[in-house]
Nanobody, 123 residues
């Protein structure tokens, strides 16, 4: 098990940038890490994943704008979000799963979740 704590959320205008952090309680070098997003009244959806071989995936809406990275020395996952769109409020969650990357649609297979950090993008 690994505990995850997100930070870095806030309010920003469309076109702006934010960097989210997800601090893990232990080394995450052997984990697949993911970022997910949930808007009010909607289902949680995958944003990005990064596996233990540093292979990354991005949801189509964020490709070219978001970048996922890991600092293994700090046990921290990051999500750099640029050119944010005016989508209103959403919670961003990080998740971890040992060894393999579950499908982003298979939320139950991700073994560890953080509490989330809220991001609000206004027009």
């Amino acid at each position: 098990q690994v505990r995850l704590l997100e930070s870095g959320g806030g309010s920003v205008q469309a076109g702006g940038s934010l960097r989210l952090s997800c601090k893990a309680s232990r080394t995450i070098g052997d984990y697949c890490m993911g970022w997910f997003r949930q808007a009010p009244g909607k289902e949680r959806e995958g944003v990005s994943t990064i596996d233990r071989f540093d292979r990354r995936t991005y949801a189509d809406p964020v490709k070219g704008r978001f970048t996922t990275s890991i600092d293994n020395a700090e046990n921290t996952l990051y999500l750099q979000m640029n050119a944010l769109k005016p989508e209103g409020p959403a919670m961003y969650y990080c998740a971890a799963n040992f060894a393999r990357c579950p499908s982003s649609d298979d939320l139950e297979s991700w073994g560890n979740w953080g509490q989330g950090t809220q991001v609000t993008v206004s027009s």
